[in-house]
């Protein structure tokens, strides 16, 4: 496994230290075992689209929260029961019935809209809202002519 020393970035740069901080985390969570399988994709200038492939889950068995940044999606399946557990003889069993935890870094003022569960498929839609200060403006340009303050236009 490769590390990526982030030390003269530290001592150079004021502010990174969180952009550092997530090119570790993405490094570290690269290892994990993939499954879900899903796809990022985007659906417009400020709209994203995070589709996780959970068959056999049912809604109440998914939850998704944000906090701070971080998405997290988690899949825990009901506990089977004993009894018919025990009837079923598999010949071969493919179909993966474990827990999951998806975790997905969110960019600032990218929030959840809507999710959705549909033939196994989990869309997730995501945006970007930035703030009205944040957003581009016009800025109007005055003439050159000389303003005068309250006290002295009285006194003129």
Do not use: C
Not at 62 to 82: C, I, P, R
Request: proline share 4%.
């Amino acid at each position: 496994m490769r590390t990526i020393d982030f030390t003269p970035l530290y001592r150079s740069a004021v502010g990174f230290d969180r952009l550092a901080g997530l090119l570790e985390s993405a490094a570290r969570t690269s290892q994990e075992n993939g499954w879900p399988p899903y796809n990022i994709e985007t659906t417009g200038e400020n709209a994203y689209r995070i589709e996780i492939a959970v068959a056999g889950f049912k809604p109440d068995e998914l939850s998704l929260e944000v906090k701070e940044n971080l998405l997290t999606v988690t899949g825990k399946k009901a506990a089977n029961d004993d009894a018919t557990a025990a009837q079923k003889t598999y010949l071969h069993r493919g179909l993966a019935e474990r827990d999951f935890e998806r975790r997905f870094q969110l960019a600032d003022y990218v929030v959840v809209t809507d999710a959705n569960l549909d033939n196994g498929l989990l869309s997730i839609s995501l945006k970007r809202e930035l703030p009205e200060a944040l957003k581009p403006r016009r800025i109007e340009i005055g003439t050159g002519a000389a303003r005068l303050i309250e006290g002295e236009a009285a006194a003129a």
